[in-house]
């Protein structure tokens, strides 16, 4: 199936790997992924390294693909590295200088290490930190942003500036879509958006109904959603921004979880998870421009069989 640089360095199928959404890239929706042939992500900042080291077990349990854990570093959490490294087929971080202990200790445990750039620089310090591929991520995307520029601008000059397995991420929701980036020189393609929509993302249905609906002129590239992480810019829908702005409370809800509940500031970058009670479209909500792909509410499998659909089975 489709083997490139990518595959054969991850071992496995299918040249696709799930984004890494804090809170939305579930145990659920990774097993799902990694089933399909692809690379399923973990995401889950700011939890405790022993709730991680749970759900990564629980992963295994559920999968006999290949998995990764996604890690951002103005959140980074040593003892939670330390658990994913060994258990994690793949660790990967974003939002950051490239660095060579972190990949030191995905590698003293066997996992490999990855990092999402947003420019051949930047690129050129992974790979100089040691990673094994990187993620050449394009203006287009959903979430936070670390680039300047359009995909097939930065995938490019990543292209030209590394010799490791490149992924492209950033506005691909649909197999033409993929299939160009594939053509492009990219190893494999990484989906967010595609995926918030999926049967078994953690996604509040409210969102994932927004996203149905929506297209790649209704989102924006913002930093108002800053509480926490202030200056990092991210793209989401205009609705979030003027829904959030126009709220008089200081909260936009609470996340439940059991029998105690966490409010959720307003302009927080906090993803509306099901776990979420209160004015989900006031909270990010995070769509790239391959939202035009959400049509509905799909499996996770079923989505990576259609954006892969051009290649042989």
């Known amino acids: 199936m489709a083997s490139t640089r990518f595959t054969d360095l991850v071992g496995c199928d299918r040249p696709l790997q799930l984004a890494g959404m804090g809170g939305v890239s579930s145990v659920d929706l990774a097993a799902a992924v990694s089933d399909a042939g692809g690379l399923g992500m973990l995401a889950m900042p700011e939890v405790p390294a022993p709730v991680l080291e749970a759900s990564l077990d629980e992963l295994a349990r559920r999968t006999s693909g290949r998995f990764g854990v996604n890690f951002l570093m103005p959140f980074l959490d040593p003892g939670c590295v330390k658990v994913a490294a060994g258990r994690a087929h793949v660790l990967e971080w974003f939002y950051g200088h490239p660095d060579p202990a972190q990949v ?34 394009g203006i287009e995307a959903g979430g936070h942003i670390r680039s300047h520029a359009s995909l097939w601008s930065v995938l490019g ?46 996604a509040h249905p409210d969102y994932a109904a927004a996203l149905v609906a929506a297209t790649a002129a209704d989102t924006e590239l913002t930093t108002a959603f800053s509480v926490e992480w202030p200056d990092a810019p991210h793209r989401v829908l205009r609705s979030s921004i003027e829904a959030a702005r126009a709220l008089d409370s200081d909260t936009v809800g609470e996340i439940v979880v059991g029998n105690e509940s966490f409010p ?38 079923e989505i990576v069989e259609e954006l892969l659909s051009f290649l042989p089975s």
Request: aromatic share 4%.
């Open 104 to 137: 030191a200790v995905a590698h003293g445990e066997g996992s490999l290490a990855g990092w999402q750039v947003g420019s051949a620089g930047e690129a050129t310090a992974a790979v100089e930190a040691g990673c094994d591929y990187v993620v050449a991520q």
């Open 264 to 301: 959720v500031t307003r302009l927080s970058p906090m993803m509306a998870t099901r776990e979420f009670r209160g004015h989900t479209g006031a909270t990010a909500l995070y769509a790239g421009h391959s939202v035009d792909g959400v049509r509905r509410v799909q499996p996770a499998a």
């Open 157 to 202: 000059e990543v292209l030209d500036a590394v010799d490791v397995p490149v992924v492209a991420a950033g506005g691909l929701g649909t197999a033409r879509a993929v299939a160009a980036a594939l053509a492009a020189g990219a190893d494999a393609v990484r989906i967010g958006t595609r995926f918030v929509a999926a049967v078994e993302a953690n």
